[in-house]
Nanobody, 122 residues
């Protein structure tokens, strides 16, 4: 079992930055693939970024070059650094964990956090 707790969301203006964090419980954090997803009102949950066990990363085209995902296995934490935020980035952001990289863009992860709200105003 893995429990995930996100933090770092908030209300910012367009162009600002935010750093989301996800703290994971359990002793096997390093063995999990960690992903970030987001869900805006009235929309489906969508893939944002992923980091594998060997720190391979991938991003949605909409955030590539602006967002950076990283992990600290010593602290059981994954981060999402978000720069140059846009109003269309407004959503609830979820941290998720799974045991393999297969289909990592799909919201079929094994464990999910409760989400943290990010609101970007003009």
């Amino acid at each position: 079992q893995v429990q995930l707790v996100e933090s770092g969301g908030g209300l910012v203006q367009a162009g600002d930055s935010l750093r989301l964090s996800c703290a994971a419980s359990g002793r096997t954090f390093s063995s999990y693939v960690m992903g970030w997803f987001r869900q805006a009102p009235g929309k489906e949950r969508e893939f944002v970024a992923v980091i594998g066990r060997t720190e391979t990363t991938d991003y949605a085209d909409s955030v590539k070059g602006r967002f950076t995902i990283s992990r600290d296995n010593a602290k059981n934490t994954v981060h999402l650094q978000m720069n140059s935020l846009k109003p269309e980035d407004t959503a609830i952001y979820y941290c998720a964990a799974k045991s393999s990289l297969a289909n990592y863009r799909r919201a079929s992860y094994d464990y999910w956090g409760q989400g943290t709200q990010v609101t970007v105003s003009l």
